[in-house]
């Protein structure tokens, strides 16, 4: 099939909906195409985008392991696209709470120390503003809450990556198993190699035991139910360049020429 109206429709879909759910996107694929190869309509749509330097990436959620399709830049540089509605301020805040999450020991921040965070802005922003916020952000997708933790969303994994790289190269994992970065997963107490969750349990289902590096026995890992679970996303995208992070975090950072 050439590239027509339902290719269209598909992709003005993922845009609106900045990261849709693969089930979704199956079911829709289904509707429009009368078929399930979803590989090949990607494929057809990305052969679209690359003159535009644009892509659709399917990425999993590392706390979840569902799997979104993902509106992207392919254009790697040191700027998030974030929708303009958001303030400088609330910009400011997402960007403490990515590096308080990137220079963790666990991959991820307490809720309370995303409102103490208010606190380091130059420019006042409440508690309930800051709150607010942070429900939108997860909503779109861009972070991934549980149990009171806020996470790096899909959103930011698909397209912020290489900012993360730049920025934060000593505190960037890479999974034992799929070689991607990775930022939550499961770390092994012996040889601390990181992997993550979902590829572990792929790993442990195909007859894999215990670390995949050293083999050490790895603890059982409880997936959160999705009732549990809030994944963020933007529906319209302009450049915002996102600054330097925390003097509090900076501090903590393994930069590349150290």
Known sequence: MDYGKQHKTLLQTIIHEGALHEDNGKELVIRLFDHNDTTKVLNEINAQLQPLYMVIKCVNCEVTGQLYWIFANTIEDKTARLHPEFSQVELALLRNVYSEIVTSNNGYVSSTLCLNLCSMLSVKLSKADAEQFLQKMVDRKWLCRKDGKYYMGVRSLAELLQYFKDTYDGNIQICTLCDQELFYGEKCKECF????????????????LGCPKCRLPTSA????????????????VSQIEIYETTQSSRRRLKRRHE
């Open 193 to 208: 190699a990181m992997t993550h969750v979902y590829c572990l349990e792929n790993y442990a289902r195909n007859g894999g």
């Open 221 to 236: 890992h409880n997936r959160p139910n999705d009732n549990n679970v809030d994944c963020m996303d933007v529906e319209d």
